[in-house]
């Protein structure tokens, strides 16, 4: 049983690495309903799946998997989870909501940073699409200063900067 369980997790893992959507969805799914299957697992699986649904397409069949895991912000799946739903939140104009989704992740206490970094970028763009640029560009400059990349490869910087650098330019065309 250990072998097979390993087996079904080395499968889902290779297979969503490889893009192999499907069979990683296959195999996520044989774990998220076995009855023995750690919690921690099944939050992996249905991590795998949502990631899996979207890059197949399938945004609608994900959006229950990224909801069940989002729940868990202390998570690096369910805080990617989080951003992404706040992403789309965005995406569909409802402002208000991406700021309130915003603030109950930063009450979260999680630690993972970086995706709440992500998450208060997403706000800014929020201020920027309301015209609210004073909000914004302090959004951007808040998170220019208080963050703390966690390694070379952090992009955080990069998005903040080209964000300001906008809110910049359009300040001198309005001068």
Known sequence: DNNKYSAVVGMM????????????????????????TPEEMVIEARYISA????????REEAAPYLKEISEFK?????????????QETFDKGNFDEVENMVYDFSDSNTDQLYWLARSFIVLGDAFAERG???QA???FRS????????SDTDDIYEQVDMRLGKLDKMKSSNE
């Open 13 to 36: 893992r290779s297979g969503y690495m490889c893009g192999k959507y499907n069979a990683a969805i296959n195999s996520a799914t044989a774990l998220i309903v076995a009855a023995t």
């Open 132 to 134: 609210e640029m004073e």
């Open 143 to 150: 998170i220019r200063s208080d963050y703390t990349p966690a």
């Open 51 to 58: 990631k899996s649904l979207i890059a197949t397409e399938r």
């Open 137 to 139: 560009e302090a959004t």
């Open 74 to 86: 202390l998570n690096p799946y369910g805080a990617e989870a989080y951003y992404m739903l706040i």
